[in-house]
C-alpha cells in the first residue's frame, strides 16, 4: 500500500509532467458547484498543492452540486474548504492543502505565490476584481461560470470557461464584465443572487477549465492554439470556441500599463523602513 498516485496512464503529458504537476500550486477561490469539481479533478491529475478559499459552510441547498458534500455536512454545518481538503486528501493523501475559510481579499499575500488561479465565483464584481489581482501579478486566471435563463416559461442553459493571460484579452475585452452588469449587480447590493445551478453543466465547465490548466502546464501537443474562451449550451450539449475570439484584438487594451502591476503599497522609500 503506497499513498503516491499512479499516473502512468497520463504519461502522453510528458516524461516530467508527474513533477511538473506536484510542484504546481494551484488556488481555488469559491468552493461550490463549480470549484468543487476543479478540486477532486486536479488531485485525481496529481497537482501537488492546493490553497482552497472560501467563507462558506455546507447548507442543504449545495446537496445538489456540492462534490463531496453530504447530508452530515449539512447538519454539522462543516466549512467548504474541509470538504475540499478531505476530497484532496481521499485522493491523494501526499498533496499539501492550505486551506482558507475567509474571502479571497484576506489572503492575498498567499495568492500571489501560486502558479494559477481557479475563479469559481458567482458575483460578476468579485470575478471583475479576482482578475485585476492576477494580472497585476501575473498570475493565469481560469474562470467558470452558467446561467439559466427564463424566456416564456421555458428553460435555458448556458455557461462558459474563459482562460484570462497576462497580455491577452481579458472579461471586459470579451465583454462578460461590463459597467451596465457591475451596476445592475450593485443594485441588487452586489449580490450575486441565488442563481439556478445543477450538477451536470457546473460538471462540464468544471472539466473546461482543468483543460485550459493542461494545456497550461503539460502541452501534449502544441500545433493547435488553445481558444481563449469556450461557450456551453446546455440546451444542445454543446461546447465550442466562441465568435467573439475573431473580433478580438491580440492583446489586452485594459491592462496595459506597467503602473497596473506588481504590489500597488509597495514603493522605493518603503525599502529604507525594512532592517
Known amino acids: 500500500m503506497t499513498d503516491k498516485l499512479n499516473l502512468k496512464r497520463q504519461s502522453f ?7 511538473v504537476l506536484g ?3 494551484t488556488a481555488l477561490v469559491g468552493l461550490g458547484g463549480g470549484g468543487s469539481h476543479v478540486a477532486q479533478q486536479l488531485a485525481h491529475i496529481g497537482v501537488g498543492c492546493f490553497l482552497p478559499i472560501d467563507p ?3 447548507e442543504d441547498t449545495n446537496l445538489n452540486r456540492l ?3 453530504t447530508m452530515e455536512d449539512v447538519e454539522l454545518g462543516t466549512p467548504k474548504v474541509d470538504i475540499a481538503e478531505r476530497v484532496i486528501k481521499a485522493v491523494n493523501p501526499a498533496a499539501e492543502v492550505i486551506k482558507h475559510q475567509a474571502n479571497w481579499t484576506e489572503v492575498t499575500a498567499e495568492l500571489r505565490d501560486v502558479d494559477v488561479i481557479f475563479a469559481c465565483v458567482d458575483s460578476i464584481r468579485c470575478r471583475n476584481e479576482l482578475e485585476a489581482f492576477a494580472r497585476r501579478f501575473l498570475i493565469p486566471l481560469i474562470d467558470i461560470g452558467m446561467d439559466v435563463h427564463e424566456l416564456n ?9 474563459m482562460l484570462s493571460m497576462p497580455g491577452k484579452p481579458c472579461m471586459r475585452c470579451m465583454s462578460l464584465i461590463t459597467d451596465e452588469a457591475l451596476a445592475k449587480e450593485a443594485a441588487r447590493y452586489g449580490a450575486a443572487g441565488e442563481k439556478p445551478q445543477v450538477v451536470w453543466p457546473n460538471g462540464i465547465l468544471a472539466s473546461i477549465a482543468v483543460g485550459f490548466f493542461m ?3 503539460t502541452p501534449w501537443e502544441t500545433h493547435k492554439a488553445t481558444p ?15 465568435n467573439k475570439l475573431a473580433y478580438l484584438p491580440g492583446s489586452c487594451k485594459h491592462f496595459d ?10 514603493t522605493p522609500d518603503a525599502l529604507s523602513t525594512v532592517e
Not at 500599463?257 to 509597495?266: A, K, N, V, Y
Open 13 to 19: 503529458l510528458g516524461k516530467d509532467s508527474e513533477n
Open 23 to 25: 510542484r504546481t500550486r
Open 56 to 58: 462558506d459552510c455546507m
Open 67 to 69: 462534490v463531496g458534500g
Open 153 to 161: 416559461g421555458e428553460y435555458s442553459i448556458s455557461g462558459q470557461a
Open 215 to 217: 494545456r497550461l502546464l
Open 228 to 242: 481563449l474562451l469556450l461557450e456551453y449550451d446546455g440546451d444542445l450539449q454543446t461546447v465550442s470556441p466562441s
Open 257 to 266: 500599463s506597467l503602473h497596473e502591476l506588481g504590489d500597488p503599497f509597495w
